[in-house]
């Protein structure tokens, strides 16, 4: 099992679901996932978090979806936190290139600093220097977050974004009907860009592995779950587009290749 003790700057390092739905959302991730919890409370003793595990390593969190999001009808969404050496730095970088400061920068006890921005494009991220939290404790694993990747209408402009915020380079690849980037951190690809898929809004999507895409696929509709697309072939592997009871959308692939790191 790949176990990780931190990210390098502009990494996908954490995810998590925000939901008007906490105890039903522990429940499905619960049974598709084999996840337990480990609830933290706020120093108030307030607002509650809940990490995710297995094998009592943290793999994603959870906690309630903001008033202003459910106001919007959004009842939940997976959001994805880059690594960042300076969460400040980073800040006032995506505002210099035409990004939105959306909350932030605070820290979080010791786990960490964060914040969150809207790109140029209007999608939103999540920028995390760690301190306690390194992030994923697990990753490439069934089970475990395995990819992000941002459709944007813009991928140039995403290239441009992405880089001056994040350093982050860029190899883009034309595939049977779409282009595809994939970000690089020196060497390693770490995520990717695309067009958004038809009907599909600008925004990061959360990947998790799986052993058998078909079982994962019928056991979200047996959790109350819905399966919105697939199973369907992937230059990756077999792909899943799925649905949790509150709305929350995810995908599971089961790789051609397991990921070693």
Same mark, same amino acid.
């Given at each position: 099992?790949?176990?990780?003790?931190?990210?390098?700057?502009?990494?996908? &390092?954490?995810?998590?679901?925000?939901?008007?739905? +906490?105890?039903?959302?522990? /429940?499905?991730?619960?049974?598709?996932?084999?996840?337990?919890?480990?609830?933290?409370?706020?120093?108030?003793?307030?607002?509650?978090?809940?990490?995710?595990?297995?094998?009592?390593?943290?793999? /994603?969190?959870?906690? %309630?979806?903001?008033?202003?999001?459910?106001?919007?009808?959004?009842?939940? &969404?997976?959001?994805?936190?880059?690594?960042?050496?300076?969460?400040?730095?980073?800040?006032?970088?995506?505002?210099? /290139?035409?990004?939105?400061?959306?909350?932030?920068?605070?820290?979080?006890?010791?786990?960490?600093?964060?914040?969150?921005?809207?790109?140029?494009?209007?999608?939103?991220?999540?920028?995390?220097?760690?301190?306690?939290?390194?992030?994923?404790?697990?990753?490439?694993?069934?089970?475990?977050? +395995?990819? %992000?990747?941002?459709?944007?209408?813009?991928?140039?402009?995403?290239?441009?974004?992405?880089?001056?915020?994040?350093?982050?380079?860029?190899?883009?690849?034309?595939?049977?009907?779409?282009?595809?980037?994939?970000?690089?951190?020196?060497?390693?690809?770490?995520?990717?860009?695309?067009?958004?898929?038809?009907?599909?809004?600008? &925004?990061? %999507?959360?990947?998790?592995?799986?052993?058998?895409?078909?079982?994962?696929?019928?056991?979200?509709?047996?959790?109350?779950?819905?399966?919105?697309?697939?199973?369907? !072939?992937?230059?990756?592997?077999?792909?899943?587009?799925?649905?949790?009871? %509150?709305?929350?959308?995810?995908?599971?692939?089961? !790789?051609?290749?397991?990921?070693?790191?």
């Amino acid at each position: 099992m790949p176990h990780r003790d931190g990210f390098a700057q502009g990494t996908p &390092c954490w995810v998590d679901l925000s939901t008007d739905d +906490i105890e039903g959302a522990k /429940a499905f991730y619960g049974g598709l996932f084999g996840w337990s919890w480990d609830d933290q409370e706020g120093p108030d003793g307030g607002f509650m978090y809940s990490l995710a595990q297995m094998d009592g390593r943290n793999v /994603a969190g959870l906690g %309630s979806a903001p008033e202003e999001m459910i106001a919007a009808g959004v009842r939940a &969404c997976w959001n994805t936190y880059m690594a960042v050496d300076s969460v400040d730095d980073a800040y006032q970088a995506a505002i210099e /290139a035409g990004g939105v400061g959306v909350f932030g920068p605070f820290d979080i006890m010791t786990s960490g600093r964060m914040a969150f921005i809207m790109d140029d494009q209007g999608v939103h991220i999540g920028l995390w220097q760690a301190g306690d939290h390194k992030g994923a404790q697990v990753v490439n694993e069934p089970g475990a977050f +395995i990819w %992000s990747e941002v459709y944007a209408p813009d991928t140039d402009a995403a290239v441009r974004f992405y880089g001056k915020v994040l350093g982050l380079g860029a190899e883009t690849t034309d595939m049977v009907e779409m282009s595809y980037t994939l970000w690089k951190v020196g060497e390693n690809a770490v995520g990717g860009l695309m067009a958004p898929p038809e009907g599909v809004p600008p &925004c990061w %999507s959360v990947y998790f592995g799986t052993e058998d895409a078909e079982s994962t696929a019928a056991r979200t509709v047996e959790l109350g779950g819905q399966v919105v697309n697939g199973p369907f !072939p992937s230059p990756m592997g077999p792909l899943a587009v799925l649905q949790d009871p %509150s709305g929350g959308v995810f995908l599971a692939v089961q !790789p051609n290749e397991w990921p070693t790191e």
